[in-house]
């Protein structure tokens, strides 16, 4: 059985840094996407990063160059770095995930963990 828990989230001042984990049982690393989402409070749900089984990155403009999306295989963790946070980064961040190379849509997810940037 596939369970990712998110770890990491907090309350910042604008500019400061967070490292949220994702800590994943139930399945090899290697042959899933992994991605990082978020979703604001009346927002739609946004999808923040994403890392592909051979590592290959990808970022949502608004976080690009600020955000980073990693994975320890050896420990089961996905990690996403974010520094020069921004108001408009608040929301509850989710890890998920996807079995196979398509990297379309993921099937599994965690329950989320809250990041709240203060100007």
């Known amino acids: 059985q596939v369970r990712l828990v998110e770890s990491g989230g907090g309350s910042v001042q604008s500019g400061g840094s967070l490292r949220l984990s994702c800590k994943t049982s139930g399945y090899v690393h290697s042959t899933y996407c992994m991605y990082w989402f978020r979703q604001a409070p009346g927002k739609e749900r946004e999808r923040v990063a994403l890392?592909?089984?051979?590592?290959?990155?990808t970022y949502a403009d608004p976080v690009k160059g600020r955000f980073t999306i990693s994975k320890d295989n050896a420990k089961n963790t996905l990690y996403l770095e974010m520094s020069s946070l921004k108001p408009e980064d608040t929301a509850m961040y989710y890890c998920?995930?996807?079995?196979?190379?398509?990297?379309?849509?993921?099937?599994?997810w965690g329950q989320g963990t809250q990041v709240t940037v203060s100007s």
């Open positions: 998920a995930a996807e079995y196979g190379a398509s990297c379309v849509a993921p099937g599994y």
């Open positions: 890392i592909e089984g051979d590592d290959i990155t």
